[in-house]
């Protein structure tokens, strides 16, 4: 299962918190939850992810959206708190340089 929460507008950017599994089952509807967020308040958006137990490459590329839809209001993507092995990921497909990643 997994929940997209919108915390809303903090220090200038949108807060997003990620629990539970995203991956091809669930990916659509977590970009579609993103979308609509961020077409009522573009700012930076931050993804606290310390919830999040299990992404799947689909999930990776949801967020590659996410982030060219950012970047063309010229605002960025920051993600934070991802396990380790998420993590992993992320850095094996060069996305921590793309990305803020903390």
């Not at 807060?15 to 939850?33: H, K, P, R, V």
């Amino acid at each position: 299962m997994q929940e997209v929460k919108i915390v809303g507008i903090e220090n200038g950017a949108l807060q997003i918190e990620l629990t539970g599994d995203i991956d091809l089952g669930n990916a659509e509807s977590f970009y579609q939850t993103v979308r609509e967020a961020y077409s009522q308040t573009p700012a930076e958006i931050r993804f606290d992810c310390s919830g999040l137990n299990f992404i799947d490459s689909t999930t990776l590329g949801t967020f590659v959206k996410i982030l060219k839809m950012a970047k063309t209001d010229g605002n960025g993507v920051r993600i934070t708190g991802l396990k380790p092995t998420i993590k992993k990921l992320f850095v094996i497909c060069a996305l921590d340089s793309v990305m803020q990643i903390d």
